[in-house]
């Protein structure tokens, strides 16, 4: 009964590929999310979406792209791998972006090593 | 834009010690609070919640955390720490209409 899960857990790749993490979440909630946690765990949000509107933090690389087949799936392709781009990255989701008293709901996480 | 800091980077306690997480805030408008947990190698589960009402909100494992508006702080407290309580501790908070802003985290040790 896993709310919000994320595939793969641990991801080891080469400088220049390209990649991509899945998440679902079976919760009916309408908007997902993407945040980077770094090594000093700091949490930062890279995108945020609904079936309406994709909001994108400015400080994201155009490497990365949110793709969404569904309201339950919101993937995250990224291009052209960069050292700089190992993280934890956590998929998360809540039932609306306009209720600002909406709790969000994490997925286990995606460790992702850039060699 | 809002911000969210957190006191301290890394708080170490023995077990049964009282604990206070710091958080403040700055936004000038309504915001709503959270406090996230992360246990090593797991994902954020929520601890609690402030929206509106009685500022002193109780969440799960015997956490509590006091909303002082004219402080802009939303503090984190457990009477009597575990060591299972070690983890890291974010504070969040956002406005309508506005994305999470997580603080940078602190870091719990319980020594045994």
């Known amino acids: 009964d896993t709310a919000v899960s994320q595939t793969p857990k641990y991801l080891v790749t080469q400088m220049g590929n390209d990649k991509s993490i899945k998440c679902e979440q079976n919760?009916?909630?309408?908007?997902m999310y993407w945040y980077k946690q770094d090594s000093k765990k700091f949490l930062k949000i890279m995108f945020s979406?609904?079936?309406?509107?994709?909001?994108i933090n400015e400080t994201v690389p155009n490497r990365f792209s949110p793709k969404s087949p569904d309201k339950a799936h919101l993937n995250l392709h990224i291009n052209s791998l960069e050292l700089g781009d190992s993280a934890v990255y956590f998929c998360?989701?809540?039932?609306?972006?306009?209720?600002?008293?909406?709790?969000?709901?994490f997925g286990p996480g995606t460790r992702l090593t850039v060699l | 834009a809002q911000s969210v800091s957190q006191h301290n980077h890394h708080v170490i306690l023995s077990e049964a010690a009282s604990l206070e997480l710091g958080c403040n805030y700055s936004?000038?408008?309504?915001?709503?609070l959270f406090w996230y947990v992360q246990y090593p190698g797991q994902h954020l589960q929520l601890l609690l919640k402030?929206?509106?009402?009685?500022?002193l909100v109780k969440g799960i494992k015997g956490f509590e955390a006091e909303f002082i508006k004219s402080k802009f702080s939303f503090n984190l407290r457990k009477p009597s720490v575990q060591w299972s309580d070690t983890a890291e501790y974010f504070c969040?908070?956002?406005?309508?209409?506005?994305?999470?802003?997580f603080g940078p985290g602190t870091r719990l040790s319980v020594l045994p």
């Open positions: 998360a989701s809540s039932q609306t972006s306009v209720q600002s008293t909406d709790t969000q709901y």
């Open positions: 919760l009916g909630h309408d908007t």
């Open positions: 979406y609904n079936n309406k509107e994709l909001i």
């Open positions: 936004y000038g408008g309504t915001v709503n």
């Open positions: 402030y929206f509106s009402g009685d500022p």
């Open positions: 969040a908070v956002n406005a309508h209409g506005q994305n999470f802003v």
